[in-house]
């Protein structure tokens, strides 16, 4: 049975070395095994919580996520390996930030792009009962209950995004402990927020970039 207690870092790189460094000197303490600690990083941890979950939603990889997304693009008009990179950014930075899709479509002609990509790889998904990674915060929200998860430590995280906050928040409700800590610090149960005109200048950024591709194909 999997541990009810984490350690969540950004990447898999941080989530061994943390791992690592929270195992005890074995000959120091003359035991034959120990328990370490359920250091894990952020996309392995969802990926985790989403496999307990009683769901036919199926989680694609990123290579899978990134072929869907070609087939999509080469379909268009709009033939770019450019334009897929940015449709796969647009639809992390849609996710992990909670940006509602109406607020996009007024009064911007140069993201209907996206939004025209994004619809077609939506209606695929959903059509086949995929997910990816960036929608699973989202996701979970429904399936809280099943996660029975005691407490979270988010370790050396710059800023957690509004999508993990939304989540962290509904498992604090439930009784879940959920602090960060930076390395050679304290645990503090102070979240980092980012302005949500920051997020739309640079996908609105993006889809002007993407404007002037088109134009030059």
């Known amino acids: 049975m999997l541990e009810k ?13 943390w791992e690592r460094s929270f195992r005890p000197n074995k000959s120091a303490t003359n035991q034959s095994a120990w328990v370490t600690k359920n250091v894990l990083s952020l996309e392995t941890w969802l990926t985790i919580c989403w496999q307990k979950c009683k769901t036919p939603k199926q989680l694609i990889s990123s290579y899978q996520e990134k072929a869907i997304w070609q087939n999509i693009v080469s379909s268009s008009l709009y033939k770019n390996s450019d334009i897929t990179e940015a449709a796969i950014n647009f639809h992390r930075l849609i996710n992990e930030y909670e940006i509602e899709i109406a607020h996009l479509q007024q009064g911007n002609e140069s993201i209907s792009l996206f939004l025209s990509l994004y619809d077609s790889f939506k209606k695929y998904c ?25 407490s979270i430590t988010f370790m050396a995280f710059d800023e957690l995004t509004p999508a993990i906050q939304s989540l962290t928040k509904l498992l604090k409700s439930g009784g879940c402990k959920i602090t960060t800590m930076t390395p050679n610090e304290k645990p503090s149960a102070t979240k980092c927020y980012i302005g949500f005109d920051k997020i739309e200048e640079e996908i609105f950024a993006a889809a002007l970039w993407a404007k002037k591709l088109m134009a030059a194909n």
């Not at 207690?5 to 070395?17: D, F, G, M, Q």
């Not at 959903?126 to 005691?150: D, F, Q, W, Y």
Request: proline share 5%; charged share 30%; net charge positive.
């Open 5 to 17: 207690s984490y350690i969540i870092t950004p990447n898999k790189r941080l989530a061994r070395h």
């Open 126 to 150: 959903a059509k086949k009962n995929l997910i990816t990674i960036n929608e699973i915060p989202r996701l979970l929200r429904g399936h809280i209950e099943e996660l029975e998860i005691s």
